[in-house]
């Protein structure tokens, strides 16, 4: 198991990778998590259910509807999102407190609206990476292919993917995830030069 390394004492930098849902984003943030030490991954709150194999407290903490509301409602949310079918996305302020005062550099895995809101609070400590499908189909078969979705939360999906595309221009960087390697290496240089931490 990989120990973690802060090293980033007060300077409270994040990275945020957002996309449309199905371009890749997950497995891009889980590689970069598993090599760079010093990267923790902020874990969001929603009220969707787990998929198979997602575990609360790592993947996302699983909350009801109401318990979502009630946090809403003591303002612990740092951003949070309503979509696909109602369900309720968000990032606990204090969860990515306490990993910026522990020392590390804070990832974030969320939508675009999530993304822009996350800019707007960390502004220029914050690197924003847009990942891009290689186009339309292929972001439609890969959620296809996932198996999680029925065809009334596929359209919706991609409905919202194509306004999501329209914002890619907003981000700090653009990267097309159509080869997973070369994706996977040019988000990491970008970490690399925003942040100065190797690997
Ligand atoms: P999924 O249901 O596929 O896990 O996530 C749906 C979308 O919600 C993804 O684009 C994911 O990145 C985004 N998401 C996950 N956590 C958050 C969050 O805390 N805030 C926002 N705004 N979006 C999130």
């Known amino acids: ?24 984003k997950t497995t891009l943030a889980k590689k970069l998590l598993a090599e760079f030490e010093q990267l923790v991954f902020s874990v969001s709150a929603t009220t969707r259910k787990p998929r198979a194999r997602e575990v609360h407290g790592k993947d996302y903490y699983f909350f009801d509807r109401a318990e979502f509301e009630a946090h809403i409602a003591k303002g612990d949310f740092l951003e949070w999102e309503e979509f696909y079918n109602g369900s309720l996305y968000g990032t606990l302020r204090s969860d990515v407190e306490n990993h910026i005062k522990n020392g590390y550099f804070v990832l974030f895995d969320v939508e675009v609206n999530g993304a822009l809101n996350l800019k707007n609070v960390y502004g220029s400590s914050c690197l924003s990476v847009f990942i891009k499908p290689p186009s339309m189909q292929v972001l439609e078969s890969r959620l296809r292919s996932r198996g999680t979705e029925s065809e009334e939360t596929l359209s919706l999906r991609l409905e919202r993917a194509q306004m999501e595309l329209q914002q ?9 995830n159509d080869d997973f390697d070369l994706a996977y290496t040019a988000v990491r240089e970008l970490i690399i030069s925003f942040t100065g931490c190797s690997y």
């Open 1 to 24: 198991m990989l120990e973690k390394k802060p090293q980033n004492m007060g300077k409270g930098s994040v990275v945020v990778i957002t996309a449309p849902s199905g371009a890749g």
């Open 168 to 176: 890619a221009g907003v981000f700090d960087a653009i990267v097309v």
